[in-house]
Nanobody, 119 residues
């Protein structure tokens, strides 16, 4: 059974930094993409950053609102994906979810971790 476990959320002041980590347990093949989404109160869940695989190449994708501030990385040997967040803004406040999408069109979600940015 595949499980995703996020860690690293918390409360930070505007302009501060946080690092989120996601650890995967359980064996899985043919991962097409792995990354982060977020959901703010009263809003739909939205993509934050993903790493996608196409053949032998990989690519990263960021929401426009986080480009230049957030960096996604993956450690395949440890089955982890991380999100470095800098220059945080109040609008970054949300529950952040780790997600994984497979070639068999199955999407897995973590339970989410709260990030709160206070001014």
């Amino acid at each position: 059974q595949v499980q995703l476990m996020e860690s690293g959320g918390g409360l930070v002041q505007t302009g501060g930094s946080l690092r989120l980590d996601c650890a995967r347990s359980g064996r899985i093949w043919n991962i097409l993409s792995i990354g982060w989404y977020r959901q703010a109160p009263g809003k739909e869940r939205e993509l934050v950053a993903t790493i996608s695989r196409s053949g032998s190449s990989t690519s990263t994708n960021y929401a426009e609102s986080v480009k230049g501030r957030f960096t996604i990385s993956r450690d395949a040997s440890n089955n982890t994906v991380s999100l470095e967040m800098t220059n945080l803004k109040s609008e970054d406040t949300a529950v952040y979810y780790c997600t994984l999408f497979t070639a068999t069109r199955i999407r897995y979600w973590g339970q989410g971790t709260q990030v709160t940015v206070s001014s």
